[in-house]
């Protein structure tokens, strides 16, 4: 299960589970880690995948599609995102390993994202899933991702190797496998000390509309559910 520490002023969420799905036992954890964060002003947060995986994103074996708590849970899954969007302190994503689906969208929430740069993809596969993206989701995309990249993105649910990750600014800079953690740790560290306040309301002001989705009511998924 994910483990939280801190280090001059640096949270660590190491998110430390085998595919880091979105289990309701894992998103209690992590809901728990970014309250602990929520707690320290003025600090910053680096989240860490560990092994071949950043995050594969929701768990539908657990609650598949058209399920009858399949709105609920994609409704919690998504007000995490929004958590991470608008979280008062800076963030940085370690994707060191494969981020797919909701777990790419988890790694595009953060403020930056370094990445391995010899293995791991970070891949949307929602249209080879029959699983249209909800309005949140969506805006989210919107808000982060260029017209280019989402259209690279969601159209095809190709998978992109870290340099192609980089030219579609998917992610912010790349790293050797042994030194992700390092860059991404220095690079928060580089940002801690802001006034939280002042940052939460940037952060808002900047994806306003993807807040407004987010965690709402589910939109357009197979089966009628909502």
């Not at 690279?152 to 030219?167: K, N, V, Y």
Request: contains cysteine; aromatic residues 6%.
């Amino acid at each position: 299960m994910p483990q939280l520490a801190k280090r001059d002023g640096v949270w660590a969420l190491n998110l430390d589970d085998d595919q880091n799905q979105f289990t309701d036992g894992w998103l209690t954890v992590v809901e728990a880690a970014l309250s602990r964060v929520e707690a320290e002003p003025g600090s910053a947060l680096v989240t860490l995948g560990t092994g071949k995986f950043f995050s594969t994103g929701l768990a539908l074996e657990a609650t598949p599609l058209g399920s009858a708590g399949f709105a609920a849970y994609i409704a919690r899954a998504e007000t995490l995102l929004a958590r991470v969007l608008t979280l008062p302190v800076p963030t940085v994503a370690a994707v060191t390993g494969h981020a797919f689906g909701a777990g790419a969208m988890f790694a595009l929430a953060h403020d930056y994202r370094v990445m391995r740069e010899d293995k791991g993809y970070i891949c949307l596969p929602e249209v080879d899933l029959g699983m249209p993206f909800t309005t949140g989701m969506h805006a989210l995309l919107a808000a982060k991702l260029t017209p280019r990249a989402r259209t690279a993105a969601m159209i095809s649910g190709r998978r992109f190797g870290a340099q192609e990750a980089l030219g579609f600014e998917l992610v912010d800079s790349t790293a050797p496998e042994d030194s992700v953690a390092a860059v991404a740790l220095e690079l928060a560290g580089k940002l801690v000390g802001k006034d939280p306040a002042t940052l939460m309301a940037i952060k808002t002001g900047l994806y306003a509309e993807a807040l407004q989705s987010l965690g709402n009511p589910v939109e357009h998924i197979p089966g009628g559910v909502r």
